[in-house]
């Protein structure tokens, strides 16, 4: 049974584990606190995503010289299928059972790259071959830089599909050690290979408004790049395949229309081993897929600082369902390049749960990041075993460090149920000057919970039916005890 079969019956298997206690709310109850018109509008944000269509063609990349078992370097005959495939109407570019060696791979328009199972792709860990620079988003900041493992630009209908496996290859020698040490799960530096300056430079190009054109960081800035990067594409589609050991953020769709990430396997534990990133996207559906990742399972995002203020494009009208969440920073979060801000996000039936799932539901910003979030749409949620359940934090990073202060407002969660809370069920806190505000929670329990919680500066929080290990809370009692 391969990796990625073994996580799924794990997966499965948490659906005994977490089964509420006799008397308690299941999630198969309906919602209270969140009306029917709010899943309603959830409904027609999916029927409105447009998936692609494809010509009923295939060509197989050994026809243009692939050869399997690692060792041959296919980027060229993979390139030369693509555009075949493009050129001649599109249709499916497939690669076969087997193991082929290669650096980034370019999507064309009405081109689906499809891998059959038992079909890897291991990426070439050699910086030089993701040269020359592409444009690119780095941590909410546009670039010129190393180009992603798998990148579009303003392209339509592009699909990667298939039961087979991507392969960053990321390792302590290959990408992860330029992050630098930061916590029990990062790597050394190697000498001279350190992304902390390039970042800072970086930053402050973005702060400056330094054109994009001159933000040169390929060869020397040491950032590494994302993994499958479409960037201002349309009609996008990632299902089934397997996607371990990235460089940096697995899945990054940026300023896309109408997205579709389905049946899909992230699994790596790098540094800022984020698992599907949608930022600055409209119409965004992520359903039935497995996460064990090494940073936030999925994270909303909408650019960062100043660069995100001159883009202004929200993440909107966003549909995540039917999820498994293990390890991660957060399993739905939404943060903390933020400062174009996102709205109507709809979370539903999705499982979580390890001791190394550091938090359930969260949202991470600052008065630098600043942003809008709002109309939150959240139920019907499983969590098994996680350190804290629901976080909403002004102070991430920076803290109150800016002039641009966060609005976060109308979040419902209606029947959350967590087993095992190993530190807080809620940690909310605001600004005085711009309090966190209609925070509505409903039929919830959390049936163990190992530490008080922290509300500050929320303004209209309401709890329906919510317990905390047995004892029933409403907003009153919990802010009066923290």
């Keep these: 049974m391969d990796q990625s079969r073994r996580l799924l019956v794990k997966a499965m298997s948490l659906g005994a584990c977490l089964a509420p206690a006799s008397g308690l709310i299941s999630c198969s109850q ?10 309603i509008k959830a409904d027609q944000i999916r029927s409105k995503i447009i998936r692609p269509q494809f010509a009923d063609r295939q060509i197989l990349i050994t026809e243009h010289g692939a050869i399997s078992g690692g060792e041959f370097d296919c980027t060229l005959a993979i390139d030369k299928a693509i555009k075949s495939c493009h050129a001649l109407g599109g249709g499916k570019v497939v690669v076969p059972a087997g193991t082929y060696k290669c650096g980034p791979i370019h999507l064309l328009s009405n081109v689906n790259l499809h891998l059959e199972k038992d079909s890897v792709i291991e990426f070439i860990t050699d910086p030089s071959h993701y040269l020359p620079e592409v444009l690119t988003r780095w941590e909410g900041l546009e670039l010129m830089g190393y ?3 798998i990148y579009a630009y303003q392209q339509k209908n592009i699909a990667i599909t298939g039961a087979g496996t991507l392969d960053g290859m990321a390792d302590e020698q290959h990408w992860w050690p330029w992050k630098g040490k930061h916590s ?8 001279g290979q350190d992304q902390k300056p390039a970042r800072q430079k970086l930053m402050q190009d973005a702060e400056n408004a330094v054109p994009v054109s001159q933000r040169s960081y390929g060869d020397g800035a040491y950032l590494r790049p994302p993994f499958i990067q479409p ?4 009609n996008v589609l990632i299902e089934g395949i397997t996607i371990k050991n990235s460089p940096f953020w697995l899945v990054n769709p940026v300023l896309c229309q109408h997205v579709t990430v389905k049946g899909v396997s992230f699994l790596s534990h790098g540094p800022n081993s984020d698992g599907c990133d949608p930022e600055s996207c409209n119409y965004v559906l992520i359903e039935d897929c497995i996460f064990n990742t090494g940073d936030d399972c999925i994270a909303i995002k909408s650019g960062r600082n100043a660069d995100g203020r001159r883009i202004a494009t929200p993440c909107q009208n966003i549909v995540i369902a039917n999820c498994t969440m293990m390890d991660g920073h957060g399993g739905v979060v939404i943060g903390s390049e933020i400062s174009g801000g996102v709205r109507n996000v709809y979370v539903e039936n999705c499982r979580m749960s390890s001791e190394n799932l550091e938090r359930a539901i969260r949202i991470k910003t600052n008065s630098v990041r600043g942003g809008v979030i709002e109309n939150i749409r959240i139920r019907n949620i499983e969590v098994g075993t996680v350190i804290n359940a629901v976080v909403i934090n002004f102070f991430y ?3 109150d460090a800016g002039r641009f202060d966060p609005i976060v407002r109308d979040i419902s969660i209606d029947n959350l149920v967590c087993q095992n809370v190993l530190d ?3 940690y909310l806190q605001g600004f005085e000057r711009a ?4 925070i509505h929670i409903a039929n919830s329990q959390f049936i ?13 929080l309401s709890f329906d039916n919510v317990q905390i290990n047995g004892q029933v809370t409403t907003a009153k009692s919990i802010q009066l005890n923290t």
């Design 30 to 39: 309906g919602s209270v606190s969140a009306s029917d018109s709010d899943w």
């Design 147 to 149: 180009s992603p493992l």
């Design 184 to 191: 029990h799960q990062h790597w050394d530096l190697i000498p």
């Design 231 to 234: 960037y201002a594409c349309e």
């Design 397 to 399: 990073e920076e803290g």
């Design 424 to 426: 807080k069920a809620f």
């Design 435 to 438: 309090p966190i505000t209609d």
């Design 448 to 460: 163990h919970t190992k530490n008080q919680s922290i509300v500050s500066q929320v303004k209209r």
